[in-house]
Nanobody
Framework: QVRLEESGGGSVQAGGSLRLSCAVS????????MAWFRQYAAGTGREGVA????????DYSDSVKGRFTISQDNAKNTLYLQMNSLKTEDEAMYYC??????????????????????WGSGTVVTVSS
């Protein structure tokens, strides 16, 4: 079992920056495809924001490319999302997610919420104009 816990959300003005963290616990020796998703309102779909495989290859949605950076610190079992140049449309609940059945590969599915096996409980990002 893999457990995920996000932190780092908060309120920021447009143009500002935040860094989200996701602590991974449980089966930390398991190779994972890791990703960040966001949800604009309860009951709506989750949008894939960024994904990273066990070898550090990344994928981003067009809406955040060039502004957000996903990274991981394997020694600390932590996933990060550095968010720069934030816009009001980035305001959402952000979730950390993982897929553990593909030996750490994302195989192009890293931004698909239906591909993820494990989810955190989310952290809220608020962006004011």
């Amino acid at each position: 079992q893999v457990r995920l816990e996000e932190s780092g959300g908060g309120s920021v003005q447009a143009g500002g920056s935040l860094r989200l963290s996701c602590a991974v616990s449980g089966q930390t020796n398991k190779r994972l495809c890791m990703a960040w998703f966001r949800q604009y309102a309860a009951g709506t779909g989750r949008e894939g924001v960024a994904a990273i495989d066990s070898w550090g290859d990344t994928d981003y949605s067009d809406s955040v490319k060039g502004r957000f950076t996903i990274s991981q610190d394997n020694a600390k079992n932590t996933l990060y999302l550095q968010m720069n140049s934030l816009k009001t449309e980035d305001e959402a609940m952000y979730y950390c997610a993982a897929e553990g059945s593909s030996e750490g590969h994302c195989y192009g599915f890293g931004l698909r919420d239906d591909a993820m096996n494990y989810w955190g409980s989310g952290t809220v990002v608020t962006v004011s104009s």
